[in-house]
């Protein structure tokens, strides 16, 4: 009879993770995970990630995981939980996978109060691909296909996601918009997340100020200054929706 090996720790395979130096997705999963054990759900919790960078995340957490097809993991995870209504499910994703090619996917989830949990990554580029202008490229920022900076006239101006689900979303759902700058602050706002979901209130949408060095081009400190001072100025930060339920629990 052959002799059984044990797999190698997940803890080894998967950590450090496998993101550019400086990425800021490794701040988000920080502040999910630490949610995650918090609250207590690493077992009835299921993680879906899409393509892009995000798909990095497909072994990251020792917990439930399913990679989809770009912009696809909204209605996946809604699936899933309308299959199992007792487990708790994240979808994660990036602006493109979000904002792009799954706007319409989030918009509905949103405005059916699907009971699902969504946490977006916003670096204001398509990061995988080469840095190419996103939904969220801010006005005058230079990218792979913006050379002489993103003009507003031409293109529009970069999508307010949070303010766009909590327009749509009814009275029960949780919006919020956190940065990786305040981890804090960001965790808060992911278990207010989960916690909506473990309550049966309905949608939920955390989305998340990130960092591209890489695709930026830029040092720490000018990565860290165009997020702390120039994103937050435009994508502001703090809660845009809250249920009554929270209200009246705060």
Not at 91 to 116: F, T, W
Request: aromatic share 8%; proline share 6%; hydrophobic share 35%.
């Amino acid at each position: 009879m052959p002799e059984l090996k044990m797999p190698r720790c997940w803890r080894v395979e998967t950590k450090p993770h496998k993101f550019c130096p400086g990425c800021g997705h490794g701040l988000i999963f920080k502040a999910l995970g630490e949610a995650v054990d918090e609250l207590g759900i690493q077992g009835q919790t299921i993680f879906g990630c899409d393509i892009g960078c995000s798909l990095l995340a497909w072994d990251f957490f020792n917990m439930d995981t399913i990679q989809t097809h770009h912009g696809r993991t909204t209605p996946v995870m809604t699936g899933i939980k309308r299959a199992n209504p007792e487990l708790i499910v994240i979808a994660y994703m990036g602006d493109g996978g979000g904002y792009a090619i799954g706007s319409q996917h989030l918009v509905n989830a949103a405005a059916r109060n699907e009971k699902i949990t969504v946490l977006l990554a916003n670096n204001t580029v398509y990061a995988m691909t080469g840095g190419q202008m996103a939904p969220t490229t801010m006005p005058g920022q230079k990218t792979e296909t913006s050379p002489y900076g993103r003009d507003p006239r031409y293109t529009g101006p970069p999508m307010l996601g949070p303010e766009m689900v909590a327009a749509i979303a009814d009275e029960n759902a949780y919006v919020a918009r956190g940065t990786v700058v305040n981890l804090r602050q960001l965790k808060t706002y992911i278990k207010k997340a989960l916690q909506n979901q473990l309550d049966g209130n309905g949608f939920s949408f955390v989305e998340s100020l990130s960092l591209c060095p890489t695709n930026w081009r830029t040092n720490a400190g000018e990565t860290w200054r165009f997020v702390e001072r120039e994103m937050t100025n435009y994508f502001k930060v703090g809660e845009v929706k809250t249920p009554a339920a929270q209200k009246k629990a705060i």
